[in-house]
C-alpha cells in the first residue's frame, strides 16, 4: 500500500490509496467497457434514471474515481455531496467491516443496538445549539425531510409547511411538493402532497439589490398574508441551496426568518441534508450566522457513503411524537451507523472543517481568475467545498444554460466529473471530496479553464 501525501501536511490530503492520485485517460471518454456495461444498462435499468457521465466506476479514493476501462478521474462532486470524508475513508471501511462481521440487521425497532444511540448523541452533540436534543435515523435526504415535517406537525398540532422558491427537498410524494423545480423531479409525477405553500427567497444575484432584511420581510408578508402562521407547521429550509443552484441568502435573511418562527411558534426546519459535515467551511452552513434551527435534517454526508439520514432537534419537539410514529425497517442501518461514527471522527480527527476552507480559497482564486477574463461568468458563490459559478450571456444576467452544458460536457471529456444544478440549468457546481489533495484540484481546474476557452 502506497501512502500518496503526508498526513500530517495541511493543504494536501491523504488517501491511504493504491488508487494512483492523479488524471490518467487510457481511452476516450467513455472507453469500450463502458459502452458496453451502458448498452446493458439501457437493457435493464428503468430509462428514468440517468446518468451523469457514461462511465461506470470500479474504484475511488482520495479525489479519484476510477472507471471499468481504466481512467483515473478528477472528483469534483463526491457522488452528489455525499463521501465529503473520500470514498472509501480508511476508518469508515474499518468500521463498517468490523461491523458486517458481527451481524447486518436486527432492526433498531425490534432488538435495538448501541450503534444508533451512539450516532444520535453523537448528532446531539454536533448539530447547533447546547440545548437538550434527540435524533431519529433515516435512509434518505427525502425520507428525513418527510419525517421532520411529521414531527413538525405533531407537535404544532398545525398542518402547512413553507418551503422557498428553487428548493430541493427530494423525490418522494411530500418531498416532491416541497421541492420547486418541475423538469426532471415532478413533471407528470401528481397529484403532490397539499398544505406546502412556497415562499420568496433572497437569491442575491437575481432580486435587484434587497438585502437579507428586506428579502425575509417580503417571505414573511407571504408566509402571513397566504399561509397564516397560526396554520403552520414549519418552515423548511436549505441554508444554502444545492440542486436549487447554490443560493446564499443575503446575510440577515435566515436569522429574521429564524426569529419570526420563534415568535410565532413555528418550527424552523434546516435542510442540511447537502450543506452537513464540513461540506461549507462549517459543521454546518447554519453555523455561519449563529442561526439554531429547531430540528436539522441531514443526510449525504452523514456516513462515508453509506446510506443514512438523521432528524436532529429540541426534545420537547422530538419526544412529541406518540411511541411507534417515527421509523422503518433499515432507518440506522448498524453498517451506515458504524460508518457514521467512522466519518464523524475523520471529520474531527483530520480537520476537515478547515479543509473544507482551504478548499474555498483555492477555488475562489481558480475560477476568480477564469471569471477575469471570461463576462459568461456571472457569479462565484458557495462556501467551503460547496462552490458554484453561475452561468450567463456576456454582458446580462440572462441564464446560460448551453455554456454549463458544453463546459460540463468538455470536462467529462478530459476526465475531470464536474456537475450542474440550478433552476435555469446554468449552474456549474463542485463538491470535491475534502480528500483532494491541492495538486488534483489544481489539475481539475486547469481543464476547467481551458474547457471554458474551447466552449468560446
Ligand atoms: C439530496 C437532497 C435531498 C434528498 O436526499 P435523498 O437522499 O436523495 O433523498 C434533500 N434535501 C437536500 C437539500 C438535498 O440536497
Not at 503526508?6 to 467497457?33: F, K, N, W
Not at 472528483?75 to 470524508?85: C, H, N, P, Q
Request: aromatic share 6%; glycine share 12%.
Amino acid at each position: 500500500m502506497t501512502t500518496f501525501a503526508d498526513p500530517d501536511s495541511a493543504g494536501t490530503a491523504a488517501p491511504e490509496t493504491d488508487v494512483a492520485q492523479e488524471r490518467r485517460l487510457v481511452t476516450e471518454i467513455p472507453g469500450p467497457r463502458s459502452v458496453e456495461l451502458m448498452d446493458r444498462k439501457t437493457g435493464a435499468v428503468a430509462a428514468g434514471v440517468g446518468t451523469t457521465m457514461p462511465v461506470f466506476a470500479t474504484r475511488a479514493a482520495g479525489g479519484i474515481v476510477v472507471d471499468v476501462d481504466g481512467n483515473h478521474l478528477v472528483d469534483l462532486g463526491s457522488g452528489i455531496a455525499v463521501t465529503t470524508v473520500g470514498n472509501s475513508a480508511r476508518r469508515v471501511v474499518e468500521a463498517v467491516q468490523r461491523q458486517v462481521a458481527e451481524f447486518t440487521h436486527t432492526c433498531f425497532m425490534v432488538t435495538p443496538y448501541e450503534a444508533y444511540v451512539a450516532v444520535a448523541e453523537a448528532l446531539n452533540r454536533v448539530t447547533p445549539g447546547d440545548h437538550d436534543k434527540r435524533t431519529a435515523l433515516f435512509n434518505s435526504g427525502a425520507e428525513a425531510v418527510e419525517n421532520a415535517v411529521k414531527i413538525a406537525r405533531v407537535h404544532t398540532g398545525r398542518q402547512a409547511v413553507v418551503v422557498f422558491d428553487h428548493a430541493y427537498h427530494g423525490r418522494t410524494n411530500l418531498t416532491m411538493a416541497m421541492t420547486a423545480k418541475s423538469m426532471p423531479y415532478k413533471s407528470g409525477f401528481g397529484p403532490f402532497a397539499s398544505e406546502v405553500y412556497r415562499a420568496p427567497l433572497s437569491y442575491p444575484f437575481r432580486d435587484g439589490g434587497l438585502d437579507g432584511a428586506e428579502a425575509a420581510a417580503r417571505a414573511i408578508d407571504v408566509i402571513d398574508k397566504q399561509v397564516g402562521a397560526g396554520n403552520l407547521a414549519a418552515v423548511v429550509i436549505e441554508p444554502i441551496q444545492g440542486e436549487g443552484g447554490f443560493i446564499e441568502p443575503a446575510p440577515g435573511f435566515l436569522p429574521a426568518l429564524a426569529q419570526w418562527c420563534r415568535e410565532n411558534g413555528v418550527v424552523f426546519v434546516a435542510d442540511e441534508v447537502q450543506t452537513g459535515f464540513a461540506r461549507t467551511g462549517d459543521l454546518f452552513a447554519c453555523e455561519r450566522e449563529g442561526v439554531v434551527p429547531d430540528l436539522i435534517v441531514t443526510a449525504k454526508g452523514i456516513a462515508g457513503g453509506l446510506p443514512l439520514s438523521a432528524v436532529t432537534g429540541r426534545a420537547e419537539i422530538m419526544d412529541a411524537t406518540h411511541t411507534g410514529g417515527l421509523g422503518g425497517t433499515y432507518g440506522g442501518n448498524p453498517l451506515a451507523c458504524a460508518a457514521a461514527l467512522a466519518a464523524i471522527e475523520t471529520i474531527e480527527q483530520d480537520g476537515l472543517v478547515g479543509r473544507a476552507r482551504e478548499i474555498e480559497t483555492l477555488m475562489r482564486e481558480r475560477l476568480g481568475r477564469i471569471a477575469e477574463r471570461d463576462g459568461r461568468i456571472g457569479q462565484i458563490r458557495g462556501r467551503g467545498a460547496m462552490i458554484a459559478v453561475e452561468l450567463v450571456e456576456e454582458g446580462t444576467d440572462a441564464p446560460n444554460p448551453d455554456l454549463a452544458k458544453a463546459v460540463a460536457a468538455a470536462a467529462h471529456q478530459q476526465g475531470v466529473i464536474v456537475l450542474t444544478c440550478g433552476t435555469y440549468g446554468n449552474v456549474l457546481r463542485f463538491l470535491p471530496p475534502l480528500s483532494i489533495s491541492d495538486d488534483l484540484l489544481n489539475d481539475g481546474l486547469d481543464v476547467l479553464d481551458a474547457a471554458f476557452e474551447s466552449a468560446r
